[in-house]
């Protein structure tokens, strides 16, 4: 399961999708448990993927975003847990710049 917060879907304009039926949802959010109410498909990159991703919109705790799974086996996407943290692709090491250099190129990019 793939899901990205309220605040993030609305800064990333992702086109919210209302669900037939509510799902319910009791690890990884605020509070004790929470409903999805909510999707939306958005456009990513991660590395050298790039795709059409389906997201449900949920009160996550102390994330934007959680890639689930599924996402990781359909793009034979392994994270590795070291000192550093990294992600392996069909087995070769994906660079991603440091978190403060996204932070910066973020505020950067709203500058302009």
Same mark, same amino acid.
């Not at 399961?1 to 304009?13: C, D, G, H, L, Q």
């Not at 409903?35 to 958005?42: E, H, L, T």
């Not at 994906?94 to 709203?110: E, V």
């Given at each position: ?25 009791? !690890?990884?959010?605020? *509070? ?8 939306? =498909? /958005? ?5 050298? #993927? +790039? ?20 996402? !990781?086996?359909?793009? *034979? ?8 943290? =990294? /992600? ?5 090491? #994906? +660079? ?17």
């Amino acid at each position: 399961m793939n899901m990205i917060s309220p605040e993030f879907a609305t800064v990333a304009k992702a086109p919210a999708i209302e669900l037939q039926e509510q799902m319910m949802l009791q !690890l990884a959010v605020m *509070g004790s448990r929470s409903k999805i109410n909510y999707g939306a =498909w /958005v456009p990513m990159e991660f590395g050298p #993927i +790039h795709a059409e991703v389906y997201f449900d919109i949920a009160n996550i705790e102390g994330y934007n975003a959680i890639l689930g799974t599924p996402f !990781l086996w359909e793009h *034979g996407v392994s994270p590795i847990y070291d000192d550093d943290g =990294w /992600v392996m692709r069909d087995g070769k090491r #994906i +660079h991603f710049p440091s978190q403060a250099t996204l932070i910066t190129k973020f505020r950067q990019s709203f500058r302009n």
